[in-house]
């Protein structure tokens, strides 16, 4: 009988169980050990003003064919859905607009994005848009590189702030500086490597020659929440599940892998503390990876212990039905944006979910909304009570819509540590760690500090862990 254990209780995690079960049959244990007491990592369903809500991720790219596929494969597929019309706009320069079309990532790629950029931006910021076709071809150094620079060497600051800023913090809660280009915009670093005569026309090879009818949806959820995902996947996997338990420590024996379960030493019996198996699949966030390959995979550990982190938190506020929002699906916030009194926003982003959400906008329902708060580097706005920040979500959204109604209910959901920032060198740290953990028979890793911090890649890494992990076993 084989024995696995997979660390992390969250989409990764999960997936994995689920994707072992299906790989070993019903005769392999499988047990989820999750430090928290649920399971669903950033995949959380809650209850606002009696309706379930998502406080953590909202969405998932459709256009990658991971998660479609695996809500396909659990029988989900009717409950998928995707946003409405309704168009996304960014706060920029103290002035709201459209989020620009015929961009990558906020950089101009074509005439119609060059046009709808310049909305956003002053006439020296638009002078150096224009001027960046003129500038020396660039000329990519043998390794990675700070984003941020590169885009502000060719636009100016402007554009980064404005546009490519908010867009960034939406995904990573970082902005351009802080991470590099070749784990952020792969594409865009291959596009130069071909040496274009400009960063403009390298954006411009990346857009289709003309957009197709009927293309598919950018982005997808499900209705009823995406914690429906995480319950089938949990249900599907048939796992032993040990949740609210620590994995203190990570041993290699002969030929199997013993965990130490709990925060500290145990004084319980043993077979409580103690977890033999044949195999390890981790699916936790860097810090916890480091700390449990420490001593059994110094260099894995060691490049795990570079990543570093963003928090933020989610404010859910339900206002009284009829409440009118903006025709719009949300807005993005530039750092350092402020009111027209001058005091700066708190907020990074606004979700107006009745809007964007089919689903959430039935007559008669409560108009439900997110604001989110944190950016990478400013743990400090987190340190407030839940009903400041709700109150500074509230100033915001007054400032931005004019809507100053009380909210029937609201829910603050914290993610402390809960976003990988994939800085400069981001794929050599990833690289060295998947080559340390290659040498090792019966260890995988998956999740979000490895290929890309959504949904769709989430599930392909611990995909991908979970096959390579039962090719392991079955040689053994």
Request: net charge negative; aromatic share 4%.
């Amino acid at each position: 009988m084989t024995t696995v254990a997979v660390v992390g209780g969250g989409i990764s995690g999960l997936t994995a169980a689920y994707r072992l079960r299906t790989l070993l049959g019903d005769t392999a244990t499988i047990t989820v050990v999750e430090s928290t007491g649920s399971l669903g990592g950033k995949l959380r369903t809650a209850e606002l003003a009696g309706r379930p809500y998502d406080v953590g991720a909202e969405a998932f790219l459709a256009r990658r064919p991971e998660a479609v596929a695996l809500v396909e494969e659990l029988g989900l597929g009717e409950l998928l859905t995707h946003p409405t019309r309704a168009r996304a706009t960014v706060r920029a320069g103290n002035t709201s607009a459209g989020l620009p079309g015929g961009t990558v990532m906020g950089i101009p790629a074509s005439a119609a994005g060059l046009a709808a950029v310049a909305e956003v931006l002053s006439d020296e910021g638009k002078a150096a848009l224009l001027a960046e076709r003129e500038l020396p071809p660039v000329s990519l150094p043998g390794g990675d590189l700070e984003l941020g620079p590169l885009l502000r060497s060719r636009f100016g600051d402007e554009l980064v702030d404005r546009l490519v800023d908010p867009l960034l913090g939406g995904v990573y809660a970082g902005g351009a500086d802080g991470l590099g280009l070749r784990a952020t915009l792969p594409g865009l670093a291959s596009a130069l490597e071909k040496r274009p005569s400009s960063l403009t026309e390298a954006a411009a090879s990346l857009l289709p020659a003309s957009p197709s009818p009927g293309t598919a949806p950018v982005f997808g959820t499900l209705r009823g929440g995406l914690g429906g995902l995480a319950d089938r996947l949990a249900e599907a996997a048939k796992a032993e599940l040990r949740l609210g338990v620590p994995v203190r420590s990570l041993r290699r024996l002969e030929n199997r892998w013993r965990l130490e379960l709990g925060a500290a030493a145990a004084a319980h019996a043993p077979e409580d503390a103690v977890l033999d198996v044949d195999a390890v699949l981790l699916a936790v966030p860097a810090p916890a990876a480091r700390k449990l390959l420490e001593g059994v995979l110094p260099a894995a550990a060691a490049a795990f212990g570079e990543v570093e982190l963003a928090s933020m938190a989610v404010v859910a506020l339900a206002l009284p039905p009829g409440t009118e929002l903006p025709d719009a699906s949300g807005v993005l916030i530039g750092a350092g944006e402020r009111v027209d009194s001058g005091k700066p926003l708190s907020a990074k982003a606004f979700t107006f979910s009745a809007r964007k959400w089919a689903h959430y906008a039935e007559p008669g329902a409560p108009v439900l909304i997110r604001g989110s708060i944190g950016r990478f580097g400013e743990a400090a706005a987190l340190r407030a009570e839940d009903n400041e920040l709700v109150r500074l979500v509230r100033a915001d959204l007054a400032e931005l819509t004019g809507i100053t109604t009380a909210p029937v209910d609201t829910l603050v959901t914290r993610w402390g540590g809960g976003l990988p920032q994939y800085a400069a060198g981001h794929l050599d740290r990833i690289a060295r760690v998947e080559r340390a953990v290659a040498e090792v028979p019966g260890l995988e890793i998956a999740g979000a500090t490895l290929h890309g911090v959504g949904i769709p890649a989430c599930v392909g890494t611990a995909d991908a862990a979970a096959r390579r992990l039962v090719t392991a076993v079955g040689r053994r």
